[in-house]
């Protein structure tokens, strides 16, 4: 697309400004005073050109420049293009400066850009440019656009006009009345503007030619700021009225099933359900793959043309905060006009209830230190990242500034980060050369779907549309996040770059029924992450667990209190001090981490520990294995009264972590019957799962304690 395309103009017919607007040089100081070649034009010849028209090429103008000097540079122009998606070289970028500029200073001046947007170019070009833009209105490919199809594009780019009016622009326009525009009627539109206008009617033929400046320039002008609100009724999304997603990815040539349908999905927000019974193993979304939106590529694991500005950045990131690299490209897109994703973006929610935009109160409300702990650190990680993003696009060129000029904060940081971690799908493979890659990656409609434990659709990265048939298929049951997905075959060496253009499907794992849900697995997750990076909490989630430190003098507190006589985690003898070793909870950078709850109970390096540690004899530990001693489902290995004492043990644990939380789990529900605020409801909700997990631990381990006990008394009395 050359400089000329960024507009499809119309027709020549009497192409001037000033004799119908003398008041441009009012409207535009760059047309009058700094450029007087541009005022004394204004009075050369009549135009038809109305007042709002020149209002949007001003608008236009200044958009491209950037510097406000009055004139559009070659580095000015490229950036507009880089925005756009077309990056151009020096020699484009020069050579389409030279065609517009009439007076040959090398610039672009208001009046050779008035001149561009109005006089005549050659009718292959132009028809070229119009079918481009026809095509952006035309949503659903189907050859015609509808009002529906103009309002949503229109909307969607932030004009505020209603269906009415879309229609009365399309009335204007619309020659054979089937209330739709055909391209031999936009066609018409743009190359005349007023053909089919009663002259008498000085509003329609406004409205006729607002509507073709609007359709062409209602891309480049619209400005989209990269703030993150405070507050907004969920799911308000980026655009008040994004479009259709479902059109726009079977337009992009993906597939999405027909009685797959975007709805609000009772309290969580939007999701996607079956508008009619879906067969088991039916084809939901199929993704092409240009339509994901992802940071790097496989070759540079991480640069797939990103600017260097972008590339520096990312680099500062630390590996765990993988969301905040992929949002800087989001961010990056959100800000660019004409973007391919803005369809996807603009449906993206405006704020997100997690616990980093949580007021401080509510953080305290979480009552838990290991996850405040993560909050803090990725608060921190923001501001300190916002300086370095402040410093990095200090003094940039225009072309070089990866946001479009705009400035980034901490909120709109944390606004891309959110958006990731809880909507982005890590894909895993192998690198070319050995190790692990994986590719998070923005699906766009995929991700509407909302979580389940018990899916009802999985996603299946497959080769399909290519003759390379089934090289590679990897199965994402869980897809979101730390759970590797299997590879159904090995992968030979010429077959990994293959993976990544692969694409992307949604299949039903079971029959859907009629106003089911779709729901993906995003992993089995505890609490802490669904709520750090999903922003919600899942009621008696199996995974939940609390983490507690592998610490000698708080064992030997709760072992005494479990009524266990002189433990010694605090100077374990030099044979147990090797088995801890072993665990990692001893010795040289150990990692004193362990949890309870969850799918293990009682994390195996903690229950080897205490059998070990709470075992009378170095003979009985050595006869066992260290791996079944680290197994629930092996029962009693060091004896019967070692297995009460770690149990009591972990049970006195449970205890004094309790003990740790302010308030009592009825207290909270107390306070949440009296009504509370969205962050302060989550905050609740979690601790008082975090304090229903241990209990749940102290259930299942009374009952243990309560079956060996009687175990024991059977066997001391047999
Ligand atoms: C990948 S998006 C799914 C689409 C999302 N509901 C929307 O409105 O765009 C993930 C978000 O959906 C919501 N969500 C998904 N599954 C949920 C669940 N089981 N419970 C509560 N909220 C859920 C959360 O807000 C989460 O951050």
Redesign the pocket.
Known sequence: MGFKSLFSRKKKSSPDVAAAHPDVAATHPAASAAHPAAASAHSRTPSFHSRAQIAELDQVFKKFDVNGDGKISSSELGAIMSSLGQPSSDEELNSMISEVDSDGDGFINFKEFVELNTKGVDSAEALENLKDAFSVYDIDGNGSISAEELYEVLRSLGDECSIDECRQMIGGVDSDGDGMISFEEFKVMMMTGSRYIDPASEGMKCGSTMAASKMLMASFTAFRPLTCAASAS??ARLAPHPPDLIKWVRREGGFVHEAVKIAQ?S?????LVASEEIPKGSELIVLPEHVPLRFGSIESDGGDGVDSVLDDLARLVPEELWAMKLGLKLLQERAKTGSFWWPYIS???ET???PIFFPGEDIKNLQYAPLLYQVNKRCRFLLDFEKEVKHALENLKPNDHPFGGQSVDASSLGWAMSAVS??AFRLYGKKLRGGNYDIPMMLPLI??????FNPNAAIVQDQDNRNMKMLVKVLFYCC?FNVIPEFSIGIAVEDLLIEILLSIQVVAETEIKENDGL?LN?GCLNNDL?LL??????PSNPYDSIELKYDGALLDAASMAAGVSSPNFNAPSPWQKEILCQLKLDGEAPLLKVCLGGSELVEGRLLAALRVVLADDIETVQKQDLNKLKSMSAEAPLGIANELAVFRTVIALCVIALGHFPTKIMEDESLLSKGVSDSTELAIQFRIQKKSAIIDVMRNLTRRVKLLASKETATAQG
């Open positions: 969920y799911p999905d309290s969580f927000g939007l999701g449906s993206l929610p997100f209830n997690i809880s909507r991700d509407m779907c909302n979580h389940s979101f729901a995003y669904f990076d999903y922003g919600f909490v899942i």
